[in-house]
């Protein structure tokens, strides 16, 4: 099993970063796919989830800013996210877990996780 993010980077306040997520080694219909977050002295998070069933959740601070996307023919899912600001700065972790609901949200739902790309907003 592998998961590779990319598509970090530095950007301004208001900006925009589309991350991608390529993985193998796993069937994404048994899986839901997580997006996370980990910032300076703090724990990580869930930014985003799309779950087996194609639906996606987000938590309040990125809800409207940050949206999923997922091309199975690729093997990879996406995170857009837009108007960024500075405390979107963080190491941002894509994850997969045979988890459902809510659960796609937690660190402790998920399974398999990608080495992470970071992206800093100043």
């Known amino acids: 099993v592998q998961l590779v993010e990319s598509g970090g980077g530095s950007v301004q306040t208001g900006g925009s970063l589309r991350l991608s997520c390529a993985f193998s080694?796993?069937?994404?219909?048994?899986?839901?796919m997580g997006w996370f977050r980990q910032g300076p002295g703090k724990g990580r998070e869930g930014v985003g989830a799309i779950g087996r069933d194609g639906t996606d959740t987000y938590p309040d601070p990125v809800k409207g800013r940050f949206t999923i996307a997922q091309d199975n023919a690729a093997n990879t899912v996406y995170l857009r996210m837009n108007n960024l600001n500075p405390d979107d700065t963080a190491m941002y972790y894509c994850?997969?877990?045979?988890?459902?609901?809510?659960?796609?949200?937690?660190?402790?739902?998920?399974?398999?996780w990608g080495q992470g790309t970071q992206v800093t907003v100043s």
């Open positions: 994850a997969a877990g045979r988890s459902a609901g809510a659960q796609c949200m937690s660190a402790a739902g998920m399974t398999y």
């Open positions: 080694g796993f069937t994404q219909s048994s899986y839901c």
